[in-house]
């Protein structure tokens, strides 16, 4: 998948070439910017199991178990060149977070106070997580000499994550200290997944060579699921890779450098 990604945006930048020559010979101004910004992202649900045996008694205790993405605060930074007045190339290092919040709940209690105690202890567990998508892709834009200028935009890339979307674990007092149940095992810590963004806004302009940007997108993630109880506790459970829809609203602020001709920036 990076690969093709970056064969894709290769491709992409050589389709710009002609663009800039033919910017040149009419007189467009060539924009780069750089973007810093700002804002929030909302949740989503990720994974749910209703019946989770938990073989640590007999009878043998049925958890019903859920992890969700948490909303949190988001930071970005872009560049993107335009070579004449409306199609650009956008590259963005965006921070969405993807940090988790467990539930828990006894479907079936034999009684075990080591389980309730696990299952008490994944209710409203939250796992904080540092995810960054990495992406690039076309921008098309209208107005731009103007005081309102909306665009659009397609970003194509990878999602680097530091989280384990699998990994469930719950707690229970021993007889000298806590104890660790494992309900659902990884063996990655960290996952590299595609990614993609759709996203639309428009910048006004505040001064000579900056500008502000408001931005509204939809981040497009890959992330492993769950997809079903595992036959034993302690193991990696079923999972697939499934694409969840993360929407966000951002603000930033831009520099501009524009080149005239016959100057540089």
């Known amino acids: 998948m990076p690969f093709r990604i970056l064969a894709g945006a290769a491709l992409l930048i050589v389709g710009l070439l002609p663009a800039t020559a033919e910017a040149q010979r009419t007189g467009d101004q060539a924009r780069l910017i750089f973007t810093v910004s700002a804002g929030g992202v909302g949740g989503k649900q990720l994974w ?15 958890l019903a178990l859920g992890r969700r993405i948490r909303s949190t605060l988001t930071f970005g930074f872009a560049g993107t060149y335009f070579p004449g007045e409306n199609l650009g190339l956008s590259i963005e290092g965006f921070l969405v977070g993807l940090g988790f919040e467990d539930s828990c709940r006894l ?48 970003n194509l890339g990878v999602l680097f994550s530091t ?14 200290a806590s104890v660790d149940l494992i309900i659902y095992s990884d063996d990655r810590d960290s996952r590299v997944e595609p990614a993609a963004v759709l996203a639309a806004g428009f910048t006004v302009p505040v001064a000579k060579g900056y500008q502000l940007r408001w931005e509204a997108r939809d981040n497009i993630v890959g992330v492993q699921q769950v997809t079903g109880a595992s036959p034993q506790v302690g193991a990696i ?29």
């Open 48 to 62: 749910t199991v209703d019946r989770q045996p938990v073989q640590f008694t007999d009878p043998i205790d049925t």
């Open 237 to 265: 459970p079923p999972h697939q890779l499934e694409f969840k829809h993360l929407f966000s609203l951002t603000v930033g602020f831009d520099v501009v450098l524009e080149r005239r001709m016959g100057r540089r920036y």
């Open 163 to 176: 989280q384990s979307p699998l990994r469930t674990i719950g707690r229970f007092s021993g007889d000298s």
């Open 107 to 154: 479907f079936f209690s034999s009684g075990s106070g080591a389980v309730a105690d696990a299952c008490a202890f994944l209710q409203g567990n939250k796992k904080p997580a540092t995810s960054v998508m990495l992406t690039a892709g076309p921008v098309f834009r209208v107005n731009s000499r103007k005081a309102f200028s909306p665009y659009a935009r397609l």
